[in-house]
């Protein structure tokens, strides 16, 4: 069984729900990173998101486009992330580590590469933000191939036929993002993720992430009442963008662990 | 008849929008949804003969079409060799071949309900064109441009708050035109419901490369009834400055089926290709994945995108549309580059040899042009599309003179 599924079964049993924190793998700087995951399945992460650095970020906000540029100052590749996956592996052989980015890094490093590289680094999953199913067939295989799960987005737009067709690709657990709009929007509308999941899951039977506008406990608690995962990017980058560097640890794992706690709490 | 035919052979995108391993849908799925519906709108105009009627009629009238072609003397007696024409897109309202295509897609947009549309733009001629479209339609209009060239275009970036558009400097990245396509995109997903999209070159995900095509396509069309007329028959050649490639791929697509004419596409070289500070896409860069479409970008190793230089704004973006990947592979066209310097040096001839001041864009196409027609007979004729005006590059020219104004 893959890390993921493992991840999700074993929650399940203890019924809590997932939480997924995601940081740019080099911000703030490329020794950070490792130490930073460590941290944060201190304070109770499930899953690690750890984004690729891009300089054309197209799909996220402000936050999220300045921990790319920070990362890319200090010249962070596809290949260095995957370097510091293996370092995080030396300590950690279970949480599950997902990679997610855009695609012109991979295309440049090549599917078959990549998905020997990924294997081998320890990545358990793959979400590429600009790969939509029909375009991602190639990849799914060689990932596939190599037990790496192809982790797909969901958008409130995404119409029910469509969901299908990304239920074919998906494994691991799809990604509903909750907003219309970029990553570190605010504005999470509860009452419309709360109608629309039941809907995703009569086509996806995969678990379902939520993410996109999640902010604190009270988010997170709202969104782990129906979603199995809880995704927190912007406000846990926006942590790590205004801590001075020698608390940076100490001050993400304040704020994950407050909304472990949220999410935990009877 | 027999030419008619072998037009309808060329077939391509197909239905996902790729052209052979180039183009396609390469958004976040927040897009997909908008593209579809674009898609599906887009196919529906295309076969409206009241649609077309409206496109044409305001090609006519409001833009002023048909634009003339321009034999010129003057210049090929100079040079030597080949006879040089101009199509004249330079004579459009707004100066440039980019009405062409805001147009159609305004008429697309009023069509599809949208009452507010958005704009990215590099040296301000697609944010005009945009903006004069939304005033002529009573839509609200935000371009989005980056600061760096916001600093450089002052004067257009006048105009398009004359004509009530919103300007919204770009302050991330490069702070240049592929960041404004960025801050674009972002906008497009936030408000997908209320707003649509004008891209202004042949890039971004399909349905944009065909739709921004065909609008352009006018060119072609016209050229393929002018030649014939003023000389007898079809140039020897087309030739056209690619940045994003919208004016090239209008001036070609007619003729992409008409083996005797040579296609040439001209890159910008910049500081020259070796120095690594240029444009030029086809000639120097990779396949890789940008902006809603696979293409030949400008990246390095890492696939990070790289910065491009080009004394010209309109050419100076990392992409090219994806119908010109594929033209290039296929053989079918030719992509050459030409630097600053020469360029500059094209600008100058035009305007003292025919009193025609070209956009720098359209200069790099003319300076192609005098360096191929030596090398050809005194009966060769090569039609060069003169894409654009070049008044708004006078404070670019004077300061290459170290002239300021």
Redesign the interface.
């Known amino acids: 069984m893959s890390r993921i599924a493992a991840t999700f079964e074993k929650l399940k049993s203890a019924d809590k729900k997932a939480l997924i924190p995601f940081i740019t793998a080099g911000d703030p700087d490329p020794t950070m990173t490792t130490p930073i995951m460590g941290a944060l399945v201190q304070v109770g992460a499930d899953i690690i998101e750890l984004g690729v650095p891009f300089s054309d970020p197209m799909a996220d906000g402000p936050t999220i486009q300045r921990a790319s540029e920070r990362a890319l100052v200090h010249g962070v590749g596809l290949g260095d992330v995957l370097e510091m996956v293996s370092a995080f592996r030396q300590s950690d052989n279970e949480t599950p580590v997902v990679l997610m980015g855009y695609a012109n890094p991979i295309e440049a490093m090549g599917y078959e590469n990549f998905s020997n590289q990924a294997q081998a680094a320890g990545v358990d999953g793959v979400l590429v933000v600009d790969y939509p199913p029909e375009e991602s067939g190639d990849l799914t295989r060689q990932l596939n191939a190599q037990g790496i799960d192809s982790i797909f987005l969901l958008a409130p737009t995404t119409q029910q036929a469509r969901m299908d067709t990304v239920a074919r690709f998906a494994s691991g657990y799809v990604y509903y993002v909750a907003l219309k709009g970029v990553t570190g929007a605010s504005h999470l509308d509860m009452q419309e993720v709360a109608k629309k999941l039941p809907e995703v899951r009569t086509h996806v039977k995969l678990p379902i992430g939520v993410g996109f506008g999640i902010r604190d406990g009270d988010t997170a608690r709202a969104v782990a009442d129906v979603a199995d995962a809880v995704v927190i990017g912007s406000r846990l980058v926006e942590e790590i963008e205004n801590a001075q560097p020698e608390s940076v640890i100490a001050d993400v794992g304040v704020l994950i662990r407050g909304i472990r706690q949220a999410m935990d709490a009877a | 008849m027999q030419m008619y035919e072998a037009l309808k052979a060329y077939k391509l995108p197909d239905e996902?929008g790729h052209f052979g391993s180039y183009g396609?849908?390469?958004?976040?799925?927040?897009l997909?949804?908008?593209l579809e519906e674009l898609r599906e709108s887009y196919e529906n105009v295309r076969k409206d003969a009241d649609f077309i009627a409206e496109f044409e009629y305001e090609l006519k009238h409001y833009v002023g079409r048909p634009s003339p072609v321009y034999h010129a003397k003057r210049l090929s007696e100079q040079v030597g060799g080949a006879q040089i024409w101009l199509k004249r897109e330079d004579l459009n309202h707004t100066g440039a071949h980019k009405i062409n295509n805001t147009v159609g897609q305004a008429l697309l947009a009023r069509k599809m309900g949208k009452k507010r549309v958005i704009a990215e733009t590099g040296a301000g001629q697609h944010g005009v064109a945009s903006a004069t479209v939304a005033a002529r339609y009573d839509m609200e209009c935000v371009v989005y441009m980056g600061s760096e060239d916001i600093k450089r275009q002052a004067s257009n970036v006048y105009r398009m708050k004359l004509l009530g558009a919103s300007v919204v400097p770009v302050e991330?990245?490069s702070k240049t035109l592929?960041?404004a396509l960025?801050e674009a995109?972002?906008d497009w997903?936030?408000?997908?419901?209320s707003t649509f999209y004008i891209i202004g070159t042949v890039a971004g995900p399909h349905p944009y490369p065909m739709m921004v095509r065909d609008f352009n396509s006018v060119v072609g069309r016209e050229l393929r009834i002018q030649m014939p007329d003023e000389v007898g028959r079809q140039p020897d050649a087309i030739i056209a400055c690619v940045g994003g490639g919208s004016n090239a791929i209008g001036a070609f697509y007619s003729y992409i089926e008409d083996k005797n004419v040579r296609l040439i596409g001209v890159e910008a070289a910049g500081f020259g290709i070796e120095s690594g500070k240029h444009a030029a896409t086809l000639c120097a860069g990779n396949?890789?994945?940008?902006?809603?479409n696979?293409t030949y970008?400008m990246?390095n190793?890492?696939?990070?995108?790289?910065e491009t230089h080009s004394i010209s704004a309109g050419l100076d973006y990392p992409g090219v549309g994806p119908e010109h990947a594929w033209l290039k592979d296929s053989g079918r066209a030719e992509y050459v580059a030409v630097d600053d310097h020469e360029a500059l040096e094209a600008f100058h001839a035009l305007t003292r040899t025919e009193g025609i001041m070209p956009a720098l864009e359209s200069s790099h196409a003319v300076a192609y042009a005098m360096k191929l027609a030596p090398q050809m007979s005194k009966d060769a004729v090569l039609l060069v599309n003169l894409s654009g005006r070049g008044d708004k590059d006078m404070h670019t020219v004077a300061q290459a003179s170290g002239i300021t104004l």
């Open positions: 996902q396609g849908v390469f958004v976040a799925e927040t997909v949804y908008a991330s990245g592929k960041d960025n995109m972002r997903v936030t408000n997908v419901e396949p890789g994945v940008l902006h809603g696979r970008l990246q190793d890492d696939g990070q995108i790289t």
